[in-house]
């Protein structure tokens, strides 16, 4: 799968910042179709990282959230900051 078809946008919420300060992880809308597997595979390839795992939550609007948690050695802060999350 088309990596930038997989990951839609960064979902930001109060509780998405807080996961980016206390557990390294990002939160992305991502196709409803997609698997841990194509996550992981799509968010490696964009940004360049290692994902240590990958947690999906579908919401009751429909919408997909993928919960990607970085390796020790990157810095999901960084990855925000590139984001404009910001």
């Known amino acids: 799968m088309d990596p930038y078809a997989v990951i839609m946008k ?3 919420t109060e509780k998405s910042m807080n996961l980016i300060d206390q557990n390294n992880e990002l939160a992305f809308v991502v196709m ?12 490696e390839e964009l940004f360049a ?3 240590e795992r990958v ?5 009751p609007r429909g919408q997909k959230i993928a919960y990607i948690k970085l390796a020790k050695e990157h810095s999901a802060e960084d990855i925000a900051v590139k984001l404009g999350v910001f």
């Open 10 to 12: 960064p979902h930001v």
């Open 32 to 43: 409803r179709k997609s698997t841990k597997k194509d996550v992981r595979r799509a968010f």
């Open 55 to 59: 947690n999906t939550q579908v919401t």
């Open 49 to 51: 990282v290692k994902v």
